[in-house]
T-cell receptor
Framework: GNSVTQMEGPVTLSEEAFLTINCTYTATGYPSLFWYVQYPGEGLQLLLK?????DKGSNKGFEATYRKETTSFHLEKGSVQVSDSAVYFC?????????????FGAGTRLAVHP | DADVTQTPRNRITKTGKRIMLECSQT?????MYWYRQDPGLGLQLIYY???????NKGEISDGYSVSRQAQAKFSLSLESAIPNQTALYFCATSEGRTGTSGGNTGELFFGEGSRLTVL
């Protein structure tokens, strides 16, 4: 079946550190892949996406590359800020039950300290 | 004002009580969803609706029911709340042509969440 696995958190970093949050997936076919971010007290919002192999999604300094050979979509940022503290969800869109369904990972909490 | 609005934002209730969570949207989207978020489990889909006449069960629909009163409104009900329904509930919307199974971008637009505690 379709599933998403993320690295467990929390991830704690100092400001300006390099960030990687790992995400791997299992799916039939070639799903679209997403990263959503949830800031404290808010709903999830789309951070970036990629729709085919080797695509790189980017937004707000974050990047993720769709790697079909390793079935991965790791999130990276070169220099994190305190304002990046949030929970990050990896997700895939795949056909399930007759419609394109979003399947979320468990989420990874990031805490950035000054 | 938020595009997707949930009420109430917080609710504490007792076992056996009936609870309704309401969601309204101004995005003009056909598709609406209810998700439940539990720590360490991510988001689980409870119900989804592609238009007013189309309502479908998600992964964890037992103990829940929904009503799509209008294109802009989608309510979630717990007929008899139990403690393991304590969670954060999110409403979401997405684009999509009515009656089709594909063609949308996959982007969901979420409300700010309703935190429900069942004692």
């Amino acid at each position: 079946g379709n599933s998403v696995t993320q690295m467990e958190g929390p991830v704690t970093l100092s400001e300006e550190a390099f960030l990687t949050i790992n995400c791997t997936y299992t799916a039939t076919g070639y799903p679209s892949l997403f990263w959503y971010v949830q800031y404290p007290g808010e709903g999830l919002q789309l951070l970036l996406k990629a729709t085919k192999a080797d695509d790189k999604g980017s937004n707000k300094g974050f990047e993720a590359t769709y790697r079909k050979e390793t079935t991965s979509f790791h999130l990276e940022k070169g220099s994190v800020q305190v304002s990046d503290s949030a929970v990050y969800f990896c997700a895939l869109k795949a056909l399930s039950g007759g419609y394109n369904k979003l399947i979320f990972g468990a989420g990874t909490r990031l805490a950035v300290h000054p | 004002d938020a595009d997707v609005t949930q009420t109430p934002r917080n609710r504490i209730t007792k076992t056996g009580k009936r609870i309704m969570l309401e969601c309204s949207q101004t995005k003009g989207h056909d598709r609406m969803y209810w998700y439940r978020q539990d720590p360490g489990l991510g988001l689980q889909l409870i119900y989804y609706s592609f238009d007013v006449k189309d309502i479908n069960k998600g992964e964890i629909s037992d103990g829940y029911s929904v009503s799509r009163q209008a294109q802009a409104k989608f309510s979630l009900s717990l007929e008899s709340a139990i403690p393991n329904q304590t969670a954060l509930y999110f409403c979401a919307t997405s684009e999509g042509r009515t009656g089709t199974s594909g063609g949308n971008t996959g982007e969901l637009f979420f409300g700010e969440g309703s935190r429900l505690t069942v004692l």
